[in-house]
């Protein structure tokens, strides 16, 4: 007989438990992404990145077949909508300014994590039950809604009308490996004039007199994490105010997840000044923080974009994703894509209005990304999505 808990916190889930319905493909090599690993989502909460004071509790579901573990799904009691990249601050401000209360609220996620990913884990039988059971918890308890962000688009599809939830259509910028063997074949594939834009900005970048590493696995060393540190917390106070990850997160990244890492620093001699980290999956290098000390004219684009081109390309992976928006990313081969999430609000006159405003958001979207294909840098229709 199947049944639903809501509990306290991840550890109370075994890992290999977790990760059975999390990643099962773990078992004969990477999983797809790295982001719902019990690895990954533990460390956010035992850094106190995720928690107490964060405005992310966690509440992981889990729904058992006679004692085993089938399904489950990453969920959060959020008092905020920092660290989504789903926007829904203008719906918390409209039903405020109605009377009504938007947080705290539940939100189906990796949190910091701008990824598509699979959200509702173990096999596509137990989605609905997941959702269904999300949605009692937030009735039960009055809440105004609930939100899976960056699901999959199967998920979206099977799950959108399910208790009148809410599918939404937002977009980014990725990287497609068309079969390049180097980096030139990708060069080859764009116009005379983005191609000379690349080049010219990588020449530059290379000139500074630094030196760039890629490191994954035990070739990153606690004093890389040091200097990243530095840099991620420039960059977390410039554009959130306050970092969202804590130091230890980054050690505990390192302990349980080093693997699953590519961490690249441009030094000078043998100081890093700046630097980028990627998640790997199986098909797909994640983009995540970048930061630095100095500033260099197009260390950014090399460090972020070119590198990650040329890691991916090297080691066969189909795609980068360069996290949420930058349409600066454009120029640069990442062409703009579709990505999902789902929304169920509780009262049913704001959920009208919600509604209406995806419908119109959904064919803004759907038309922007038809124009920034068309502008795109590619100079044969092949290379484009």
């Known amino acids: 007989m199947a049944d639903l808990t809501l509990h306290e916190t991840l550890a109370d889930i075994p890992a290999a438990e977790w990760d059975a319905v999390a990643a ?14 019990h690895r990954f989502l533990r460390a956010l909460d035992a850094s106190g990145s995720t928690g107490t004071g964060s405005g992310w509790q966690a509440r992981p579901l889990a729904l058992r077949d006679e004692g085993r573990l089938v399904a489950a799904t990453p969920l959060y009691v959020k008092t905020h909508s920092q660290g989504e990249y789903i926007f ?15 947080y705290p609220k539940l939100q ?14 173990g096999p596509p039988e ?7 059971a999300t949605i009692g918890v937030a009735a039960q308890n009055r809440l105004s809604s609930v939100h899976a962000t960056f699901c999959t688009e199967a998920e979206a599809l099977a799950l959108a009308g399910v208790e009148d ?11 497609v490996n068309r079969g390049y063997a180097t980096f030139d074949d990708f060069l080859a594939d764009l116009s005379s004039r983005k191609r000379k834009m690349i080049r010219k900005e990588r020449e530059t970048a290379q000139g500074h007199g630094l ?10 060393e606690p004093q890389h994490w040091d200097a990243f540190w530095q840099f991620y917390q420039d960059t977390g106070a410039r554009k959130w105010g306050t970092p969202y990850l804590t130091r230890k997160a980054f050690t505990l990244f390192h302990d349980t997840m080093r693997n699953d890492m590519l961490l690249v620093l441009a030094f000078d001699k043998d100081r890093p000044v700046a630097g980028a980290l990627n998640f790997i999956g199986r098909d797909t290098l994640y983009g995540r923080y970048w930061g630095c000390v100095e500033d260099h004219p197009c260390l950014h684009f090399e460090l972020c974009y070119y590198q990650a081109i040329d890691w991916a390309i090297a080691n066969g992976l ?3 994703e360069a996290g949420a928006q930058g349409e600066h990313k454009l120029a640069r081969g990442y062409l703009p894509v579709e990505t999902h999430s789902l929304h169920w609000i509780a009262d049913p006159a704001f959920r009208k209005a919600v ?16 124009v920034l294909t068309a502008y795109g840098p590619f100079r044969r229709s092949e290379g484009r999505e």
């Open 165 to 175: 939830t809410l599918h939404r259509v937002t977009q980014q910028f990725h990287w």
């Open 108 to 121: 189906i996620a990796v949190p910091f994590t701008p990824a598509t990913g699979r959200r509702f884990l």
């Open 24 to 37: 099962p493909e773990q078992a004969d090599g990477r999983p797809l992404d790295p982001f719902t690993t």
């Open 318 to 320: 189909d795609r980068v």
């Open 211 to 220: 030196t760039i590493r890629a490191l994954t696995g035990d070739a990153i």
């Open 88 to 102: 829904d601050h203008g719906w918390a401000d409209a039903l405020e300014r109605a009377g009504g209360r938007y």
């Open 355 to 370: 509604a209406r405003y995806l419908e119109a958001e959904r064919k803004a979207v759907g038309q922007e990304i038809e």
């Open 126 to 132: 137990h989605r609905e039950t997941l959702l269904r």
